[in-house]
Each structure stands twice: as structure tokens, then as C-alpha cells.
């Protein structure tokens, strides 16, 4: 009887799941688990008085949520919204959800920790301080958003 242990080589990769966005023909991914609902366009209240780039608020299952463009707020061109254009609710640890205007939602990836790359952050660009890191899928880059960053008044 052979009494060889067999060793196991297989090692896990940890994943994890993004939502593909597009923002001004690019894609951005959105780490899944802070994605509360996206929702077609509907009636954005204006609110006086706010940052440049808040859209105003909804009202979403009788709760008010602000909403943001992500496009003001990276100094993107504005474009008038289309059918594709969602709104993303993002509701980070202890924060109360914030709705993202984005062009559009394109597909959900799964990317092994190991194919993702930190985004360098000593660049003077404002839309590398709104990254975490690219992702690599399907020989595409992704560039995975820093919601933190994203959704922090003073990030501008």
C-alpha cells in the first residue's frame, strides 16, 4: 500500500467581481460589492448651492440620494445623457448611498487579484487620483475607480 502523501499544487487566485461602466469611451470598473442598484435615468431633483459636479437628488424606494456626474466631476466634457445612461448607487462601509450618472453599464468581470496593477498616483491627472488600479481581462485594461477618492468632497 502506498503511503505517499500527494501534495496538493494548486493554488486559489482570489477574484474579484467589478461592473464594467463606460465614461467618455472609456471603461471603468466599480468593485461590486459597494454597488447597491443601478437604475435607468429618472427626474433629478436640483438642490441650490452644491458642488458643480451634484446632479441634485432622487428619490429611491422613499429614500433621498444624492446624485453625482462622474464626467464633472473627472473635468469631462458633458455630453447629453441617452437611453444607455444609468445611474450607479454606490453605498460605501457606514455612508449613506450616493447615485453616479454614468454613459453607460457594460458587463460585470471577475479579475484575479494577480492580474490587477496599482495605479500610479504620483501623476498630476485628475482621473488617476479617482483610480486603485488597472485590471487586466480578455486583453482589455480596465481602470478600476477608488470610490473613496471618487465620492470625497474635496477630491477635485
Do not use: C, W
Not at 458643480?52 to 444624492?66: A, C, D, K, Q, S
Not at 444609468?86 to 457606514?94: D, G, M, P, S, T
Amino acid at each position: 500500500m502506498d503511503t505517499s502523501l500527494a501534495l496538493n499544487t494548486e493554488t486559489t487566485v482570489e477574484t474579484i467581481q467589478f461592473i464594467v461602466i463606460s465614461i467618455g469611451g472609456e471603461q471603468y470598473g466599480i468593485d461590486i460589492k459597494y454597488v447597491d442598484n443601478i437604475i435607468r435615468m429618472t427626474k433629478i431633483t436640483r438642490v441650490p448651492d452644491v458642488q458643480h459636479y451634484f446632479e441634485g437628488v432622487i428619490n429611491l424606494r422613499g429614500e433621498v440620494v444624492p446624485v453625482m456626474s462622474l464626467r464633472k466631476k473627472a473635468d469631462l466634457p458633458v455630453i447629453d445623457l441617452t437611453d444607455e445612461s444609468r445611474i450607479v448607487i454606490i453605498k460605501l462601509e457606514n455612508n449613506a448611498p450616493v447615485g453616479i450618472i454614468v454613459d453607460s453599464v457594460k458587463e460585470v468581470v471577475t479579475l484575479p487579484t494577480n492580474s490587477i496593477e496599482s495605479a500610479n498616483k504620483n501623476s498630476k491627472k485628475t482621473q488617476v487620483t479617482f483610480l486603485s488600479g488597472i485590471g487586466k481581462f480578455d486583453n482589455r485594461l480596465i481602470s478600476l475607480l477608488d470610490l473613496n477618492a471618487v465620492l470625497a468632497e474635496d477630491a477635485v
